[in-house]
């Protein structure tokens, strides 16, 4: 059995996901957080990496709502992230991560200011910000992903089920 305690830290983060705080999560949120991410890294939306970031959006989207929006109703209510995020963590949260990893990689290119494949610890950080993350957990997050100077997509992708299961 799950705990209580678990579930209360899963429904903590779908702030980060409701991104217009509408009460529930839905393809638009997923788009909302792209613009955003664009507009933070003064990137065109019709860009590769803009294209690549609205795919890896959508990619997202749907692998949120194959495991979360148990009603099809395109809509996925806190209910059903909690639940749904709970089952899949419990079963395997590395693919949990694999979900995002197409929305992962596609941020982490924007971030990537120097083309070098990684992003530093401030753009993290700043993407993080866009995302709903709070200020100060978006510093040190940012911080404790950083090995080598560097964030890159080995580091983001488990960080992010990881993210799920730690208060913050």
């Given at each position: 059995?799950?705990?209580?305690?678990?579930?209360?830290?899963?429904?903590?983060?779908?702030?980060?996901?409701?991104?217009?705080?509408?009460g529930y999560i839905?393809?638009?949120?997923?788009?909302?957080?792209?613009?955003?991410?664009?507009?933070?890294?003064?990137?065109?939306?019709?860009?590769?990496?803009?294209?690549?970031?609205?795919a890896g959006a959508e990619a997202f989207w749907q692998g949120m709502a194959g495991m979360a929006d148990r009603d099809g109703d395109q809509r996925i209510t806190r209910e059903e992230f909690v639940n749904g995020a709970v089952k899949r963590l419990r079963d395997n949260p590395d693919r949990f991560a694999e979900i995002a990893r197409p929305f992962l990689h596609?941020?982490?290119?924007?971030?990537?200011?120097?083309?070098?494949?990684?992003?530093?610890?401030?753009?993290t950080a700043r993407v993080l910000r866009i995302l709903g993350v709070g200020e100060d957990v978006a510093g040190a997050s940012a911080a404790v992903l950083d090995a080598d100077g560097r964030v890159g997509e080995s580091e983001i992708v488990p960080a992010f089920a990881r993210y799920f299961t730690v208060p913050e």
């Open positions: 059995m799950v705990s209580s305690e678990y579930e209360r830290r899963i429904a903590a983060r779908f702030a980060t996901f409701d991104q217009d705080g509408n839905d393809r638009e949120d997923f788009n909302v957080a792209a613009k955003a991410l664009l507009a933070e890294f003064d990137v065109a939306a019709r860009s590769d990496k803009g294209q690549a970031l609205y596609a941020a982490l290119a924007i971030a990537d200011t120097d083309g070098d494949g990684a992003a530093t610890v401030e753009d």
